[in-house]
């Protein structure tokens, strides 16, 4: 359901590979997360476009991770070390509040959030909730 809240482009390819389990979530928080993150992952891409692949599967009984990866610009070191910081953005139009409010909803459910870049290769968002 969060995946189609987002338009992409036709040259933006949106891969899913989501496992199916049962997990003790609030579906529309962790909507907000995932729309924020394909969002950006959608900014982040050049003009000729890439590819979006969001995954989910089970960790083991106690936990799940949901996977939002790009091969878009990446994040310089710099920048990876403050996006989640209220009111840090490197976009034109950004206030930087989408990460910081992502970060305080995944850690409301008791998850983590981190989060992988190579600059020029992408980023790789990485979301660890418990399941109960």
């Known amino acids: 359901k969060s995946v189609q809240a987002v338009s992409l482009p036709e040259n933006i390819k949106l891969i899913l590979n989501l496992q199916s389990f049962k997990a003790m979530i609030d579906p529309d928080r962790i909507t907000q997360v995932l ?3 394909i969002s950006n992952a959608k ?3 050049p003009q000729n476009g890439g590819v979006i692949t969001v995954s ?3 960790v083991d009984d106690e936990s799940f991770v949901i996977m939002v990866e790009d091969n878009a610009c990446g994040i310089d070191p710099e920048s990876l070390k403050r996006i989640f910081e209220p009111l840090f953005t490197t976009k034109l139009k950004g206030i930087g509040l989408g990460l910081p409010i992502v970060k305080e909803i995944v850690e409301a ?4 959030i981190t989060v992988e870049s190579t600059v020029n290769v992408g ?3 990485t979301v660890k909730l418990p399941i109960a």
Do not use: E, I, P
């Open 35 to 37: 729309v924020n993150l």
């Open 43 to 45: 900014d982040a891409m």
């Open 56 to 58: 989910s599967k089970k």
């Open 109 to 112: 459910h008791n998850g983590q």
């Open 123 to 125: 980023t790789v968002f």
